[in-house]
């Protein structure tokens, strides 16, 4: 693991206003890094040198690697997921069916009896799939895709459910990043898979940003499918990679004694949840 010292950085650590960061990715998605970019693109551009590759194992929403492909912060990008429903809209934006995406969501009327019929579907295809997937991130609460979820009730502006169902704006987000599909490659796999893969390339950059389910009670376990994480193991696998690593979690004394265990270094930055609700977050290098 090469050594690249966070606190040589000279970063903003207030809160980002995240009207600032582009918005790329056709998610709502919890626990989204969306305020962690300028932070990200600071330590990026600090590196000895640009990235052959930059991979993100643990994508979700995307915003990080998303901004990476489009800033050309790095050669190549390799996004990866586990979860099925994520990775349905990540494999039909970078194919030829994003057309297909695109025209099913400008025909979307704003219908929630049509909307609880899709979301009810058993989707038959991976685009089908993908489709159902943004129609429940879009419309469910708090865009949470994990069972138990329920569709929005008052919502903004009397559009009930629809209140986060902006079609223009998702058509031209999928457009876009289709046109950017040469630069990304996207992987629905395991992400200890692919450490093992790539663990041993100098010129891979690793961003690191798990489902925070380190603790009992950790809100990923109610977020996020797949929220079950060996993150010992995770610490112990990018402790021994090749390449530059920044990880992010939660500040708990758990994940610091992981970090120090493991010959990490650590920092603190300063992000707003979804509720506004100031809170540190750790950024971990190594």
């Not at 790095?74 to 494999?91: N, P, R, T, Y």
């Not at 991976?126 to 609460?141: C, K, S």
């Not at 569709?151 to 289709?178: C, D, H, Q, V």
């Amino acid at each position: 693991m090469a050594q690249l010292s966070f606190f040589d950085i000279e970063v903003d650590k207030s809160p980002v206003n995240v009207s600032r960061v582009s918005q790329l990715s056709p998610f709502r998605y919890p626990g989204g890094k969306t305020w962690f970019v300028p932070t990200l693109r600071t330590w990026m551009h600090s590196l000895p040198k640009k990235p052959k590759v930059f991979i993100e194992p643990f994508c979700g929403g995307g915003i990080c690697s998303l901004s990476v492909a489009s800033e050309g912060l790095a050669d190549h990008v390799v996004m990866v997921e586990l979860d099925k429903s994520v990775s349905s809209v990540w494999q039909t934006i970078f194919s030829d069916n994003s057309g297909w995406l695109v025209d099913q969501i400008m025909d979307f009327p704003e219908d929630p009896d049509l909307a609880r019929s899709i979301i009810e579907s058993v989707p038959q295809s991976t685009h089908e799939l993908a489709f159902q997937t943004i129609v429940r991130n879009r419309l469910l609460h708090g865009g949470i895709l994990a069972s138990g979820s329920r569709m929005i009730k008052k919502g903004e502006n009397g559009r009930g459910p629809f209140s986060r169902w902006y079609p223009e704006t998702l058509a031209k987000r999928i457009k876009y990043l289709n046109e950017l599909k040469d630069r990304i490659t996207f992987i629905h796999g395991d992400a200890f898979d692919v450490i093992r893969q790539y663990g041993r390339r100098k010129s891979v950059c690793w961003f690191i940003d798990p489902p925070y389910t380190a603790t009992a009670k950790s809100a990923g376990k109610r977020l996020y499918v797949h929220h079950e994480l060996d993150h010992l193991q995770l610490f112990k696998s990018m402790s021994k990679v090749q390449g530059e690593v920044l990880m992010t979690y939660d500040d708990i004394p758990e994940v610091r004694e992981m970090a120090d265990v493991h010959g990490f270094s650590l920092e603190t930055v300063s992000m707003k949840n979804t509720h506004h609700n100031q809170k540190m977050e750790l950024v971990i290098t190594g």
